[in-house]
Nanobody, 111 residues
Framework: QVQLVESGGGLVQPGGSLRLSCAAS????????VDWYRQAPGKQRELVAQ???????NYAEPVKGRFTISRDNAKNTVFLQMNSLKPEDTAVYYC?????WSQGTQVTVSS
């Protein structure tokens, strides 16, 4: 049984930071690409960041220089470090590996 369990969301002020975690079970994430997506109300789900099985990373332009995707293979967990957060980053964030998705966690950036 494959599960991706996400944590770390919450409310943060503009300019603040959060780190999201995505803990996998039933699948070895180091063998695959792992993605972070987000979806704001009324908008399409968009790819935010991606790490390949070889360690290469890709980022959407709005988050370049502010977000970092990383992977801890010993913990079978992927992270999204989010710095210098903006109100436009407010969304539900999801992680994905192959066809499996996390439950999503709310990130709200507001003063």
């Amino acid at each position: 049984q494959v599960q991706l369990v996400e944590s770390g969301g919450g409310l943060v002020q503009p300019g603040g930071s959060l780190r999201l975690s995505c803990a996998a079970s039933g699948i070895i994430i180091s063998r695959y690409y792992v993605d972070w997506y987000r979806q704001a109300p009324g908008k399409q789900r968009e790819l935010v960041a991606q790490v390949s099985n070889g360690g290469d990373t890709n980022y959407a332009e709005p988050v370049k220089g502010r977000f970092t995707i990383s992977r801890d293979n010993a913990k079978n967990t992927v992270f999204l470090q989010m710095n210098s957060l903006k109100p436009e980053d407010t969304a539900v964030y999801y992680c994905r590996c192959t066809t499996y998705w996390s439950q999503g966690t709310q990130v709200t950036v507001s003063s």
